[in-house]
C-alpha cells in the first residue's frame, strides 16, 4: 500500500489496483479520479469524480476493499490483510467495532480537542496524520513524529508493539 497526502489535508492510498482518497479539510478540487472517496463531513464541498463516493454509515465492499461507515463519518477499512481506521472526529461511539486497528488516519482539519485520548483507547499500531494532526497527536501523546512525503507499507511493516506517528507532507 502506497499512502501520499494531498495539498488540501486528504489522504490517497494505492493498494492492488485501487486508489482510495479521503475528504481534505480545503475545498481544493482535485484532479485526481479516484476508485473510492471517503467524505469526511457533511458540507457541499466539491466531490471529485470518483468510482464510488462514501458518504457516511453503511457497509461496502468495493473492488475487494471492505468498509464500514461509522457516524460520525468514521470509516473502518479492510485492504491488503490490514485493518485501518480514517477518523473525522474523537467521538468515542465510533469505537464500538472498531478493535485491532493496524493504521489509524487522522486528515488534516480532523485534529480535535480528545483526539490523542481515542487514539489511546483505540490503540493503533501506526497513526499517519497530516502536518497539523501530527502536532497536536505529539502534544497529547508525547510520540515522536516521523515526517515524509509517502509512506509504502505491506502488512509486515507493522509494528508490533508501541504506536507509531507518521506526518505525511505533501
Same mark, same amino acid.
Given at each position: 500500500?502506497?499512502?501520499?497526502?494531498?495539498?488540501?489535508?486528504?489522504?490517497?492510498?494505492?493498494?492492488?489496483?485501487?486508489?482510495?482518497?479521503?475528504?481534505?479539510?480545503?475545498?481544493?478540487?482535485?484532479?485526481?479520479?479516484?476508485?473510492?472517496? *471517503?467524505?469526511?463531513?457533511?458540507?457541499?464541498?466539491?466531490?471529485?469524480?470518483?468510482?464510488?463516493?462514501?458518504?457516511?454509515?453503511?457497509?461496502?465492499?468495493?473492488?475487494?476493499?471492505?468498509?464500514?461507515?461509522?457516524?460520525?463519518?468514521?470509516?473502518?477499512?479492510?485492504?491488503?490483510?490490514?485493518?485501518?481506521?480514517?477518523?473525522?472526529?474523537?467521538?468515542?461511539?465510533?469505537?464500538?467495532?472498531?478493535?485491532?486497528?493496524?493504521?489509524?488516519?487522522?486528515?488534516?482539519?480532523?485534529?480535535?480537542?480528545?483526539?490523542?485520548?481515542?487514539?489511546?483507547?483505540?490503540?493503533?499500531?501506526?497513526?499517519?496524520?497530516?502536518?497539523?494532526?501530527?502536532?497536536?497527536?505529539?502534544?497529547?501523546?508525547?510520540?515522536?513524529?516521523?515526517?515524509?512525503?509517502?509512506?509504502?507499507?505491506?502488512?509486515?511493516?507493522?509494528?508490533?508493539? *508501541?504506536?507509531?506517528?507518521?506526518? *505525511?507532507?505533501?
Amino acid at each position: 500500500m502506497i499512502i501520499t497526502a494531498g495539498t488540501d489535508g486528504s489522504f490517497k492510498l494505492q493498494t492492488g489496483g485501487i486508489t482510495i482518497m479521503t475528504e481534505g479539510a480545503d475545498a481544493e478540487k482535485s484532479r485526481m479520479k479516484p476508485d473510492i472517496f *471517503l467524505r469526511m463531513a457533511r458540507n457541499d464541498a466539491e466531490t471529485p469524480e470518483a468510482g464510488f463516493t462514501v458518504k457516511g454509515a453503511g457497509e461496502y465492499e468495493i473492488r475487494g476493499v471492505e468498509i464500514r461507515g461509522r457516524e460520525p463519518f468514521t470509516y473502518f477499512l479492510k485492504a491488503e490483510d490490514m485493518r485501518l481506521a480514517v477518523l473525522s472526529s474523537a467521538d468515542v461511539t465510533a469505537l464500538e467495532g472498531l478493535s485491532d486497528i493496524d493504521i489509524a488516519f487522522v486528515p488534516d482539519g480532523r485534529a480535535v480537542e480528545g483526539m490523542g485520548r481515542f487514539l489511546r483507547q483505540l490503540e493503533p499500531k501506526m497513526i499517519i496524520a497530516g502536518p497539523e494532526a501530527a502536532e497536536r497527536i505529539h502534544t497529547d501523546l508525547g510520540i515522536t513524529i516521523n515526517r515524509t512525503d509517502k509512506i509504502t507499507i505491506k502488512r509486515k511493516d507493522i509494528p508490533s508493539a *508501541l504506536m507509531n506517528l507518521t506526518c *505525511l507532507t505533501p
